[in-house]
């Protein structure tokens, strides 16, 4: 071997090492790979959880609960930090790229919640309120912190229709730009739901839902007018590169953790065709193949997915069955059943940094929850399965104004 040779291995090798030691202290706190915040050895103290009034006629609110086992109010509610009016489906929210903020939507009344987490983590501040109609979208969803702002997933258009898009704010909630931006674009995404960015393989994957006026439907989006694409970004350009049709509301963009190779997948639920597939560069050109591994009992409905930080398992929400599933996913294209455990209409899930507690909520949207009991359920996890923590039970149900819904969560 030339000596030239043996520098540039030398050199590559370095960078993967350099690689993988970065990744065991990356921040695990937030969906967006580009958030700081707790490391994989920090214990979580307060789980934040974006709430919507039950019954719409109350503001809506920014929930406290302590998850500290040695506070005397663990387990509990310790504050709300409310958005000054109601009916804005608090749906999912996101931290800055600093985590000293959360930014959340209100999905139906296209306004924007930034919160100050800095001056009193367990006491946020709401400090300002947006209008996001100057944007031309509506229906914020998924809130996803970048190095200069935050990008916001839009499910429409100010009518209440198509096509969807992806905004991007700064820190203070102004608005910036709106993608895709390129003349004479082709009309995709046609539906939009969430997104999800692997900067080292210079990729973004966006998912479909909704449109805003189908979403307000009372019973739930019919399935004619649910989405079943996915669009592959190029993530420095914004360009789109792919394109490609899944079961019908491919929703969460779930990316493997690490910069690595074998990191380089994902899972996607369908919730409406009741599946989940896996994407993989499996070529190595930057271009995605999809593969369905799961096909769920009708009526399943999965909702959401998280994987571990080790990327050893993967857990999903069952919403139409009241089950959690943890699945063993050392092969990706054939996940293996681990263990089940029982909560009425699991919705959202937040995994801890060290991989051993897994949170979970059960509102979903206020046109589909029905008659069901609030509440946060917390779930220990591990290589011999899960076991539902009893003792843990905050109270979404007796509060001053009545029932909420907790949907989204965020730790600190």
């Known amino acids: 071997m030339k000596r030239n040779d043996v520098l540039l291995m030398a050199v590559a090798w370095a960078g993967l090492i350099v690689g993988a030691a970065a990744w065991a202290h990356a921040p695990v706190i937030d969906e967006s790979v580009f958030v700081d915040g707790l490391r994989a050895n920090e214990r979580e103290r307060v789980l934040y959880i974006w709430t919507r009034d039950a019954d719409g006629e109350e503001s809506d609110f920014l929930s406290v609960v302590d998850v500290d086992p040695e506070s005397p109010t663990y387990g509990t509610i310790i504050s709300r ?21 959360i930014f959340g939507g209100g999905l139906f009344s296209n306004r924007l919640f930034i ?27 998924t809130l996803y912190a970048v190095p200069d702002g935050m990008l916001i997933a839009m499910l429409g258009q100010l009518d209440g229709d198509g096509p969807s898009g992806i905004i991007k704010v700064d820190d203070e909630g102004r608005f910036v730009e ?25 990729l973004m994957v966006s998912s479909s839902w909704a449109h805003p006026d189908h979403a307000r439907l009372p019973g739930g989006v019919p399935s004619e007018h649910t989405g079943s694409e996915v669009v592959v970004w190029d993530w420095t350009t914004k360009r789109i590169r792919q394109v490609e049709t899944l079961d019908r509301a491919p929703l969460e963009v779930r990316w493997l953790h690490g910069p690595g190779a074998e990191a380089s997948g994902g899972f996607i639920n369908c919730a409406s065709g009741g599946t989940v597939w896996y994407w993989e560069d499996a070529d190595g050109d930057g271009s995605l193949e999809f593969y369905r591994v799961l096909r ?24 139409g069955q009241d089950r959690v599933q943890q ?6 294209r054939r996940p293996r059943l681990v263990s089940e455990a029982s909560v009425p209409q699991p919705n959202m899930m937040k995994l801890s940094p060290d991989s051993k507690r897994l949170y979970v909520t059960n509102s ?15 779930i220990h996890t591990g290589p011999d399965g899960m076991r539902l923590d009893a003792a ?7 509060l001053p104004t009545g029932p ?5 969560m965020l730790l600190k």
């Open 81 to 101: 930090a409310e958005t000054g009016s109601s009916g804005n489906e608090a749906h999912h929210f996101g931290y800055t790229r600093d985590a000293q903020r």
């Open 115 to 141: 919160y100050d987490v800095r001056t009193d983590a367990r006491r946020p501040r709401l400090v300002r309120t947006v209008n996001l109609d100057v944007t031309g979208y509506s229906g914020p969803h």
């Open 364 to 378: 979903m949207l206020s046109t589909v929850d029905g008659e069901v009991e609030f509440g946060v359920w917390l």
């Open 392 to 398: 843990f039970s905050p109270d979404f149900m007796g």
């Open 178 to 202: 709106a993608y895709p931006a390129q003349a004479g674009h082709d009309g995709a995404p046609i539906y939009m739901y969430d997104l999800g960015v692997k900067p080292e393989m210079n």
């Open 327 to 332: 699945y063993d996913i050392s092969d990706r």
């Open 404 to 408: 909420a819904g907790p949907h989204d």
């Open 296 to 319: 769920l009992e009708r009526g399943a409905v999965p909702a959401d997915l998280r994987i571990s930080y080790d990327n050893r398992f993967l857990y999903v929400t069952l919403w």
